[in-house]
Nanobody
C-alpha cells in the first residue's frame, strides 16, 4: 500500500506565491516520476509539471517561467513552487506519482488541495 499526502494549498492574491508539497509513503522501492495536475470546475484534469527520477522536468506552457517543480528523493517528496499566480491558476491541484513496491507498480494520486487566486 502506498499513499500520497499533499499540503500547501490556500487562498492568495494575484501576483502572490504558494508552495505545494506531496509526500509519498508506504512500501516504496523506487519512484519513477512525480508530478502535479490541476482541475478547475467544469474542466478536465491537466498536467501542470512533472519530474522524473533522473531529474527531467516538463511544464505546461501556461506555467513556464512561473512554476518550478523539484523533489527531495531522500524524503520521497515533490514540491511545486508557484510564483506570479493568476486567477486562471485557481483549481484543485493533485499530486501524481509512479511508485514501485516489491510486488507491483502504482500510478498513485493524492486527494487534492485547493488553490484559489483572487484578482
Amino acid at each position: 500500500q502506498v499513499q500520497l499526502v499533499e499540503s500547501g494549498g490556500g487562498l492568495v492574491q494575484a501576483g502572490g506565491s504558494l508552495r505545494l508539497s506531496c509526500a509519498a509513503s508506504g512500501s516504496i522501492l523506487s519512484i519513477a516520476y512525480m508530478g502535479w495536475y490541476r482541475q478547475a470546475p467544469g474542466k478536465q484534469r491537466d498536467l501542470v509539471a512533472r519530474i522524473t527520477s533522473g531529474g527531467t522536468t516538463n511544464y505546461a506552457d501556461s506555467v513556464k517561467g512561473r512554476f518550478t517543480i523539484s523533489r527531495d528523493n531522500a524524503k520521497n517528496t515533490v514540491y511545486l513552487q508557484m510564483n506570479s499566480l493568476e486567477p486562471e491558476d485557481t483549481a484543485v491541484y493533485y499530486c501524481n506519482a509512479g511508485l514501485a513496491s516489491a510486488y507491483r507498480f502504482y500510478d498513485s494520486w493524492g486527494q487534492g488541495t485547493q488553490v484559489t487566486v483572487s484578482s
